[in-house]
């Protein structure tokens, strides 16, 4: 499976951004999609997941109420809407394919096939 992360760019704080990633190849044996997000000099942490089957989503704290994960099946390709963004969601945001059980959702460990990343800056 290859990913291809797309929408970053450059925000005010109070914006919105939507980041798609598009999946092309073996996706048959993928349990869901995940974002993950990576600050300068910080761990690169979970933000959201879906399931392919039944849409069931899954967020980090720091972005319930903001963010909404979504997926379009027939376009094997998952989004990322984010709305009221501030200086601390800045961050290199990459998408990848959850491959293990669902008590990992929020593992990166348990991610493959990483996207390049899409840089999202908010300013103040």
């Known amino acids: 499976v290859q990913l291809q992360a797309s929408g970053g760019g450059l925000v005010q704080a109070g914006g919105s951004l939507r980041l798609s990633c598009a999946a092309s190849?073996?996706?048959?044996?993928?349990?869901?999609m995940g974002w993950f997000r990576q600050a300068p000099g910080k761990e690169r942490e979970f933000v959201a997941a879906i399931r392919w089957s039944g849409g069931y989503t899954y967020y980090a704290e720091s972005v319930k109420g903001r963010f909404t994960i979504s997926r379009d099946r027939a376009k094997n390709t998952v989004y990322l809407q984010m709305n009221s963004l501030n200086p601390e969601d800045t961050a290199v945001y990459y998408c990848?394919?959850?491959?293990?059980?669902?008590?990992?959702?929020?593992?990166?460990?348990?991610?493959?096939?990483w996207g390049q990343g899409t840089q999202v800056t908010v300013s103040s």
């Open positions: 990848a394919v959850h491959r293990g059980p669902l008590s990992t959702v929020r593992v990166a460990t348990s991610y493959g096939s």
């Open positions: 190849g073996r996706t048959s044996s993928n349990n869901g």
